[in-house]
């Protein structure tokens, strides 16, 4: 517990903390570490035992090394872009619809709530939460699908790469080094996030290791989940493309839906669909921190070195809830992710990244000058082309194809 003790006769504070005390108030990086020790589970990642970074660089005085990562990564120009790249919607659809840097935020809230609750490193769940989705494309995972098919033959396209390669080499905010410089928890966090729609290829990376991720980058693959299931029936009840006697044979909506009908009847149909989002998202959550806590104690995990050999992810919801989510996105994957609006935009994307990325190759000279420099002097054309396109927001991208093959627009 943390207390600060006030009084008027003393012209200073003490906060007190496991036996220490900081005279002012003032803590630094040191003291904070030291508070991490007292609080946090054996096996959750502690800043002061963090495996460092790749280019050496002197601690801050008062952040812990992941508090410094989540600041870098909130102040980098790809997490910014994140507000006009697409969830499901695309932007003109309308600005109720979650975009990539909303999901983000979500993700990062439901990452810090269950690592407080399970008594692991919030600050680590935050920033690898902040950083999950910085190399995804404009126009969602169609996007990603367009690009990796015109990367074939150079080596692909996959967003949790493309993640790493933007805070290691192409955030250029540092003279000392390249990228964002993150700590390795962070970096292992990006690089191994897998979900239903991830699938990391760690082919090449200097983290290239069997090694399950800390806890922390675990609760982010599954709050990553938590958080799309959630607003996306949201945002297509909203849209008109679900209508919820459509969800009337998914277990989980009903389930939910009559609880909060006991519990408030006669409210709103709109707050009654906030109160049952709410609450399935309360659900999954309980059952996560429930079947969580049940693996590490059934496994005897001790510390960070267990939870790296185990064979399989400690965080996970327990077998009735997986069967439930499984029946809950092979829904939103018929009715939403494949609806004829939905279908018809991502056509329309992947027809306009292909434009793009074959216009950029022929004539390098219609790119801005320093990438065609770069590409005339350095080579990795089609790479190159592809971290640009990556790097797009919707709007940016759908500008870009106008300049470029509308006749009336200017240049």
């Known amino acids: 517990m943390i207390r600060v003790l006030c009084g008027t006769a003393p012209a200073f504070s ?13 803590i630094t990086r040191e003291e904070y570490e ?37 600041d870098r990564i909130i102040h980098c120009e ?11 919607f695309v932007n003109h659809e309308g600005d109720y619809y979650r975009t990539r840097l909303t999901h983000t935020l979500e993700v990062a809230q439901i990452s810090r709530g269950l690592a407080r609750t399970l008594r692991l490193n919030e600050d680590l769940a935050e920033a690898i939460a902040l950083a999950h989705d910085l190399g995804h494309t404009p ?58 729609y991830d699938s990391p290829d760690l082919k090449g990376l200097h983290i290239a290791t069997p090694r399950y991720p800390s806890l922390e980058a675990q609760i982010v693959n599954v709050a990553d989940e938590i958080a799309y299931m959630n607003h996306d029936l949201d945002d297509g ?28 009847p006669g409210i709103s149909s709109k707050i009654a669909k906030y109160r049952t989002i709410s609450r399935l998202i309360h ?13 590490i104690e059934s496994l005897g995990i001790m510390d960070t070195d267990s939870v790296a050999r185990t064979a399989e992810p400690l965080v996970a919801f327990g077998p009735e809830i ?27 994307s992947t027809r306009i990244l292909g434009a793009l990325f074959h216009t950029y190759l022929n004539n ?48």
């Open 14 to 26: 003490v906060a007190h903390f496991g036996g220490l005390r900081y005279p002012g108030g003032m």
């Open 34 to 70: 030291l508070r991490e020790e007292a609080a946090l589970a054996p096996y959750a990642a502690k800043s002061g035992h963090s495996r460092g970074r790749v280019h050496p660089e002197e601690p801050c005085p008062f952040r812990s090394c992941f508090q410094r990562d989540r």
């Open 78 to 88: 790809a997490f910014r872009r994140l507000e006009y790249k697409t969830q499901v």
């Open 139 to 196: 126009f969602g995972h169609r996007g990603e699908t367009a690009l990796n098919d015109l990367m074939k033959d150079n080596g692909g396209f996959e967003h949790n790469r493309q993640s790493y390669r933007v805070v290691t080499l192409l955030e250029r905010r540092y003279p000392e080094f390249p990228g964002l410089n993150l700590s390795i928890e962070v970096l292992e966090g990006i690089v191994k996030h897998a979900s239903e």
């Open 237 to 264: 009840l909203e849209s008109g493309m679900l209508r919820e006697e459509d969800l009337e044979g998914v277990r989980l909506w009903q389930e939910t839906k009559t609880r909060v009908a006991k519990a408030s």
């Open 283 to 295: 659900t999954l959550v309980t059952d996560l921190q429930r079947e969580t806590k049940r693996r």
């Open 322 to 348: 997986t069967s439930a989510t499984k029946e809950l996105k092979d829904f939103l994957f018929a009715h939403l992710y494949r609806h004829y609006r939905v279908e018809r935009m991502a056509d329309k």
């Open 364 to 411: 390098p000279k219609v790119l801005p000058p320093s990438l065609e420099r770069a590409i005339r002097e350095e080579g990795h054309a089609s790479r190159r082309v592809c971290d640009y396109i990556a790097g797009m927001t919707d709007r940016f991208a759908l500008n870009e194809h106008a300049k470029l093959f509308d006749p009336n627009e200017r240049v």
